[in-house]
């Protein structure tokens, strides 16, 4: 069975760091991407960035490249989201998912549709 | 960038309703095209994926069409368990998300 746990929520003050987990199991964690979504209190899902495991190729939306940092430790088949400096703008819920894909004319792998979704870890970031 | 827009953003409807939800893109997207399913409190769901083929375990009551730059989720029959946020999602340049249609039970 495909799980994705993430790990637990968080309150943080602002400019202080933190780094969220999501675990995979169930299935061939290198060999497909894993993207973050953002939803803010009361809004829509935003797409953040995307990490391909298996070679660490990482793509972000113009929206928040250099704002955040995605990575992944394929040996423990975890995915991380990180922040420097938090503010208080990035009081969310953030969810991980796995990505299916498709292949490109040069057989390159290229993420596709979201089939599999951790549970959420929700950051307050607070004064 | 491509951006989606999906309208309404919100509607109420009656069981056994048909309810249809359009989705448009910025550009053409061929058929790069997903929709979502979240209800209040939890992750979404993916229902529908390359614009028209239904995620394995989808009541057949949820259907997609469409291709370039215009999109067709339907309902055909709703059910209170339908209450939800619609999302559509294009993947053809990266990934974006519409911005949600709220669908509830008049």
């Known amino acids: 069975e495909v799980q994705l746990v993430q790990s637990g929520a968080e309150v943080k003050k602002p400019g202080e760091s933190l780094k969220i987990s999501c675990k995979g199991s169930g299935y061939s964690f290198t060999s497909y991407w894993i993207g973050w979504v953002r939803q803010m209190p009361g809004k829509g899902l935003e797409w953040m960035g995307i990490i391909y495991p298996g070679d660490s190729d990482t793509r972000y939306s113009p929206s928040f490249q250099g704002q955040v940092t995605i990575s992944a430790d394929k040996s423990i088949s975890t995915a991380y989201l990180q922040w420097s400096s938090l503010k208080a703008s990035d009081t969310a819920m953030y969810y991980c998912?796995?990505?299916?894909?498709?292949?490109?004319?040069?057989?390159?792998?290229?993420?596709?549709?979201?089939?599999?979704w951790g549970q959420g870890t929700l950051v307050t970031v607070s004064s | 960038d491509i951006q989606m827009t999906q309208s309404p953003s919100s509607l109420s409807a009656s069981v056994g309703d048909r309810v249809t939800i359009t989705c448009q893109a910025s550009q053409d997207i061929s058929n790069y095209l997903n929709w979502y399913q979240q209800k209040p409190g939890k992750a979404p769901k993916l229902l529908i994926y390359?614009?028209?083929n239904l995620e394995t375990g989808v009541p057949s009551r949820f259907s997609g069409s469409g291709s370039g730059t215009d999109f067709t989720f339907t309902i055909s029959s709703l059910q209170p368990e339908d209450i939800a946020t619609y999302y559509c999602q294009q993947y053809d340049n990266l990934l974006t998300f519409g911005p949600g249609t709220k669908v509830d039970i008049k």
């Open positions: 390359d614009a028209s």
């Open positions: 998912a796995r990505l299916r894909d498709y292949y490109d004319s040069s057989g390159y792998s290229l993420p596709a549709s979201l089939d599999y």
